[in-house]
T-cell receptor
Framework: DTGVSQNPRHKITKRGQNVTFRCDPI?????LYWYRQTLGQGPEFLTY????????KSRLLSDRFSAERPKGSFSTLEIQRTEQGDSAMYLC?????????????FGPGTRLTVL | DQQVKQNSPSLSVQEGRISILNCDYT??????FLWYKKYPAEGPTFLIS?????DKNEDGRFTVFLNKSAKHLSLHIVPSQPGDSAVYFC???????????FGTGTRLKVLA
């Protein structure tokens, strides 16, 4: 039983650089989500995909952030011109798309440190 | 505006006793509630959920209670074990939206 996987697990970058993270959801799940978690806070929603369509985006997702899910399988989250405030744990989750009680399962996260 | 609140940042419980973690919400449109457990450097692990049509859901040592009139839910762990030591997050979602709103977490420490 393979869960949600994320790569890389850790990324250290210098301010101004671009970074890209990958998420592989549970294979039969058609919904995929990105969250961001900072120290002392719960995960905060960034964006959501139903298959390949990006259906919801948080206002937290500035113009420097872009997410894709080509062919409705894996997803990538890119951050351009990173800033120190982007340092956080980036979490990916997937769900099967059940009505009313659709449970999201999370991956291990990618910890980003911007120097 | 924090729609989901966990007012106790930490809780210590003796092994074998009951752990009770609390969560309050403000949005009456929330109809699905979940608890996640998180170890350091790992993603949240799903524990148990409850829909708004129920007031209790049980899974082994874990029971979630929902009081809709008070907009309050709680997670009971009986008996508590040292391996339960982690940060616990409650989350909520509403019909028509797919995002979860999380609380800030409660760090549970079970003392052997």
């Amino acid at each position: 039983d393979t869960g949600v996987s994320q790569n890389p697990r850790h990324k250290i970058t210098k301010r101004g650089q671009n970074v890209t993270f990958r998420c592989d959801p549970i294979s039969e799940h058609n919904r995929l989500y990105w969250y961001r978690q900072t120290l002392g806070q719960g995960p905060e929603f960034l964006t959501y995909f139903q298959n390949e369509a990006q259906l919801e985006k948080s206002r937290l997702l500035s113009d420097r952030f872009s997410a894709e899910r080509p062919k409705g399988s894996f997803s990538t989250l890119e951050i351009q011109r990173t800033e120190q405030g982007d340092s956080a744990m980036y979490l990916c989750a997937s769900s099967p798309g059940l009505p009313y009680t659709d449970t999201q399962y999370f991956g291990p996260g990618t910890r980003l440190t911007v120097l | 505006d924090q729609q989901v609140k966990q007012n106790s940042p930490s809780l210590s419980v003796q092994e074998g006793r009951i752990s009770i973690l609390n969560c309050d919400y403000t949005n009456s449109m929330f109809d699905y509630f979940l608890w996640y457990k998180k170890y350091p450097a790992e993603g949240p692990t799903f524990l148990i959920s409850i829909s708004s049509i129920k007031d209790k859901n049980e899974d082994g040592r874990f029971t979630v209670f929902l009081n809709k009139s008070a907009k309050h839910l709680s997670l009971h762990i009986v008996p508590s074990q040292p391996g339960d030591s982690a940060v616990y997050f409650c989350a909520a979602s509403g019909t028509g939206t797919y995002k979860y709103i999380f609380g800030t977490g409660t760090r549970l420490k079970v003392l052997a």
